[in-house]
């Protein structure tokens, strides 16, 4: 049974991906940053539904804290899945952006990306499998007023993206990036009225997030092991 690991795994996407991951025959391990008591929940569900699933919580910007964490993760097994999806948004148009709100999206985003990923290279390495999923967004792709800080901090993962694929491209190890845009959660349903969403999205409605974990899953598994270094876009049609 491979191991896997999504960061941020109690959110809207991130619980989503660790229900398809458990129902492809994954271990899934559900990471928090505080409310480990969410991603424990998530973990009893998911047991009840006859998947095997853990709960952690530990702040990935921490790399002590992280790096301890993952340690004792490891001590039984490699993690072969990693879905980097814990990320965070603090927009402010620039003009008007604190140092701190820059700062703290760039860290969750890229450091956490690395502190995370980063103790469990060899491991996974050493199984001559794995795969890597990074959560971008459309903001990445395309900018949005308001989130500078947010959108280089994603465009900055597809570089990390692109580069770590080489690296490993030759070890049986595939990484690639999923840009979502407008998704079904709590926070879109205050920040994008249908109105907004009818004028903006081809499609005529948001995504869910069972169809971004529809496409994490595929990356996943066996049948993506010839994709790699890609940014994957899903949208409808945005882009």
Excluded at 11 to 40: F, M, P, S, Y
Excluded at 102 to 107: L, S
Excluded at 145 to 169: D, F, I, M, P
Aim: aromatic share 4%; with cysteine; glycine share 8%.
């Amino acid at each position: 049974m491979k191991r896997a690991l999504v960061t941020g795994g109690s959110g809207a996407i991130g619980a989503a991906v660790c229900r398809q991951l458990a129902r492809d025959g994954c271990q899934v391990i559900v990471h928090a940053n505080k409310n480990l008591e969410h991603a424990q929940q998530l973990a009893i569900e998911i047991i009840a539904n006859g998947g095997a699933a853990a709960a952690v919580a530990f702040d990935i910007t921490d790399a002590h804290a992280t790096k301890a964490a993952l340690d004792n993760l490891l001590t039984d097994g490699a993690i072969q899945i990693i879905v980097n999806n814990a990320g965070i948004h603090d927009d402010a148009v620039m003009p008007a952006m604190r140092p701190e709100q820059w700062t703290r999206v760039i860290d969750v985003t890229l450091n956490g990306f690395f502190n995370v990923t980063q103790p469990l290279l060899m491991p996974m390495i050493s199984k001559r499998w794995g795969r890597i999923i990074n959560l971008s967004s459309l903001a990445a792709v395309m900018g949005n007023r308001g989130q500078v800080n947010y959108a280089a901090a994603k465009a900055g993962l597809h570089g990390a993206t692109k580069s770590l694929a080489l690296e490993l491209a030759s070890r049986g190890i595939t990484v690639n990036a999923v840009a979502p845009g407008i998704i079904v959660s709590p926070m879109t349903e205050s920040a994008f009225p249908k109105e907004a969403i009818n004028s903006m999205v081809p499609m005529k409605r948001a995504g869910r997030p069972e169809e971004v974990a529809d496409l994490i899953a595929f990356l996943a598994s066996d049948r993506a092991a010839y994709i790699s270094g890609q940014i994957i876009s899903i949208n409808g049609a945005m882009a």
